[in-house]
T-cell receptor, first 114, second 111 residues
Framework: GAVVSQHPSWVICKSGTSVKIECRSLDFQATTMFWYRQFPKQSLMLMATSNEGSKATYEQGVEKDKFLINHASLTLSTLTVTSAHPEDSSFYIC??????????FGSGTRLTVV | DAKTTQPPSMDCAEGRAANLPCNHSTISGNEYVYWYRQIHSQGPQYIIHGLKNNETNEMASLIITEDRKSSTLILPHATLRDTAVYYCIVRVDNAGNMLTFGGGTRLMVKP
């Protein structure tokens, strides 16, 4: 139980375009979703916390106008990387906290901006 | 959450036990020790957790010292598929606020 489905698993986009990453909770309701970013050979770094029906909370140094997070329902949270640049190329992972179960993670999205 | 210290990398021969250490000398009495692993290009996966008693499940065993200042994750018969980065995390519970990941230990299981 407590599965998070993340799509796409990989995407290549051109500089200046926008990319949307979706995370769906399949068998539970996710009131809170965490978005992480991971650069090669580095650990996961929290970008933002999204709460259903309210604005996301961004970590220091993360541009909220560039990384748009929408959590309009209890089963779907999206991260849109706007006007992507090569330095945004990274591995993006979503995670949900499930009471009585723990943390469950999406399978990750590898974004390459060319 | 208490800070943890792990070796950056370890090697293990396939079929042998992999023992991954973690130091958490500032752990509080109500904090658990959690272990997650991340196989390359995948999301992290929960392995095991414990408070003060040793724990075992189908994936691994967790040995926590009596003073709780350190612990060891044991993969009894490592396989090539166990090659991953292993994260030791200390926190009060396994839900709620976000998980904070340290550097972890990159385990390489070799044939």
């Amino acid at each position: 139980g407590a599965v998070v489905s993340q799509h796409p698993s990989w995407v290549i986009c051109k500089s200046g375009t926008s990319v949307k990453i979706e995370c769906r909770s399949l068998d539970f309701q996710a009131t809170t979703m965490f978005w992480y970013r991971q650069f090669p050979k580095q650990s996961l770094m929290l970008m933002a916390t999204s709460n259903e029906g309210s604005k996301a909370t961004y970590e220091q140094g993360v541009e909220k106008d560039k990384f748009l997070i929408n959590h309009a329902s209890l089963t779907l949270s999206t991260l849109t990387v706007t006007s992507a640049h090569p330095e945004d190329s990274s591995f993006y992972i979503c995670s949900a906290s499930v009471q009585g179960y723990g943390y469950t993670f999406g399978s990750g999205t590898r974004l390459t901006v060319v | 959450d208490a800070k943890t210290t792990q070796p950056p990398s370890m090697d293990c021969a396939e079929g042998r036990a992999a023992n991954l250490p973690c130091n958490h000398s500032t752990i509080s009495g109500n904090e658990y020790v959690y272990w997650y692993r991340q196989i390359h290009s995948q999301g992290p996966q929960y392995i095991i957790h414990g408070l003060k008693n040793n724990e075992t499940n189908e994936m691994a065993s967790l040995i926590i010292t009596e003073d709780r200042k350190s612990s060891t994750l044991i993969l009894p018969h490592a396989t090539l598929r166990d090659t991953a980065v292993y994260y030791c995390i200390v926190r009060v519970d396994n839900a709620g606020n976000m998980l904070t990941f340290g550097g972890g230990t990159r385990l390489m299981v070799k044939p």
